[in-house]
């Protein structure tokens, strides 16, 4: 096999692993199914290319890991250059989720598949899957997030935190899969809308009263 049609084959495994990890889930999602939708014969070409099955769901994620680095941290930077401003912190992560997203179905799928993982708690399914998140500018952005809350509990930041970053994963895959379908039950906001709408709502959960 040569390193081109090495290099050819693993992208198509990715390009159909991301589809399918998103239908059907990371955990559920047929190995099988998704080698014969990459067109190969070879059964074991997942193992081969990635060695596990979480290896292949790292693969998927590294994708857009540099688009989403370059963009939140850039948007960070420009949060940094309003100290105390709590939505410019929330935006650094919603907007280039939401970006992400409209790029198109590897975009949609990604978001999708992130969602899964947190709400399943399955981040540390593999030291992959976490460099993969890692090398996003995600975690700078959620510190930030966490220095400018107000004062509480830290037991209560960590709650207002989790349930945050499945609020907003949930919210935009909820539109990527909306984009997805031709016909959709409610309109769609456009970008900057639904990007200010979600910031505004998120801003309102983290500041919320603490009995």
């Known amino acids: 096999m040569s390193n081109d049609s090495g290099a050819e084959t693993r992208q198509r495994l990715i390009a159909a692993a991301s589809g399918a990890f998103a239908e059907h889930g990371t955990a559920n999602a047929s190995l099988l199914d998704i080698t014969r939708q990459a067109g190969q014969r070879n059964r074991g070409a997942v193992h081969y290319h990635f060695g596990t099955r979480e290896g292949l769901i790292a693969a998927v994620l590294e ?3 540099a688009f989403l680095s370059e963009r939140e941290l850039a ?3 420009a949060a940094r250059e309003r100290p105390g401003d709590l939505a410019a912190a929330v935006e650094a992560s919603a907007r280039p989720t939401t970006e ?3 790029t198109g179905s590897s975009g949609r799928h990604y978001v999708q598949i992130v969602a899964e993982l947190v709400a399943e708690e399955r981040i540390d399914i593999h030291p992959g899957v976490r460099e993969a998140l ?3 500018g995600g975690w700078a952005v959620f510190e930030e997030i966490r220095a400018r809350l107000p004062e509480m509990p830290a037991h ?3 709650e207002r935190l989790a349930l945050v970053t499945g609020f907003l994963l949930r919210a935009v895959s909820d539109r990527a899969r909306a984009m997805d379908r031709e016909h959709s039950r409610r309109p769609q906001l ?4 639904f990007v200010g709408n979600l910031v ?3 801003v309102a959960m983290l500041q919320a009263p603490v009995e």
């Open 63 to 65: 994708q857009h890991a």
């Open 75 to 77: 948007l960070l930077a």
């Open 100 to 102: 992400l997203a409209e």
């Open 134 to 136: 890692e090398r996003t």
């Open 156 to 158: 209560i930041v960590e």
């Open 190 to 193: 456009g970008t900057d809308e």
């Open 200 to 202: 505004r709502m998120i």
